[in-house]
């Protein structure tokens, strides 16, 4: 893993966005603020082949300042109310992408039957990659932007599942490498601060130690259970 320095050139997900030259038709607007959220939203489509047993939406907007791009965003919606139980939602969920197949793992472990325990209150809001301009990070808006994408397009989600990772490192890193322990250590105030402005809490069990996050929707759904019983869990304040 090589560690780069937090500038404010795009992060790959954001340059490969703008690279596609989309047309962003809608806006949101940020309370008392001159910034707002240009974005697109796709129609639910069915992931692999399965003839919509799981639909993806994707959701990529951009920060705005003026003319000036300060922030993206990236989040996808998963439906699943189409699949029979857990096995066949991990089935469909490994055909298309590799992180796809992880996110499914991680959701099916923490709850026994996700068409009914989740899919039924709404889609499942993957958090995807989010990103601010080093000029603008002190100003709150991440958290404005970030609150106000989940409160306006996808207020009707049973959870949200976010990972804290920083788009500033690349790669692999070592195991006990002092790479590592930088990561980590970014890892943990990252989860602080998604705690902090999201109100998002890491998942039980060894999930929590690997960084993923998760919240409810408006709806009071089941908790999520422990998963695989390895791992340190991140100590809750």
Known sequence: MS?????????????HEAARR???TKEI???????RVRYRLSRPTSVGEDDGYVRRTEFFGWLVSGRKRIGAFELRAYDAVGCFNNHEFLEIMDLDEEFEARL??????CWNDVPESLSVYGPIVDFRSAWISPDASNRKLFSLAGNAILGTVFSDCSCVIMKAFPLEYQGEAPDGSPLENRLQLRQLAMVRYYRRV???EPLPGAYGSEFWLWRRGEIDIDPPIAGPRKGKAIQRS
């Open 29 to 35: 607007t940020l309370a008392d603020r001159e910034e």
């Open 3 to 15: 560690f780069l320095t937090r500038t404010s050139e795009l992060p790959d997900f954001a340059r």
């Open 22 to 24: 989309r047309k962003y």
């Open 198 to 200: 999201f109100g998002v």
């Open 104 to 109: 499914s793992r991680v959701i099916c472990d």
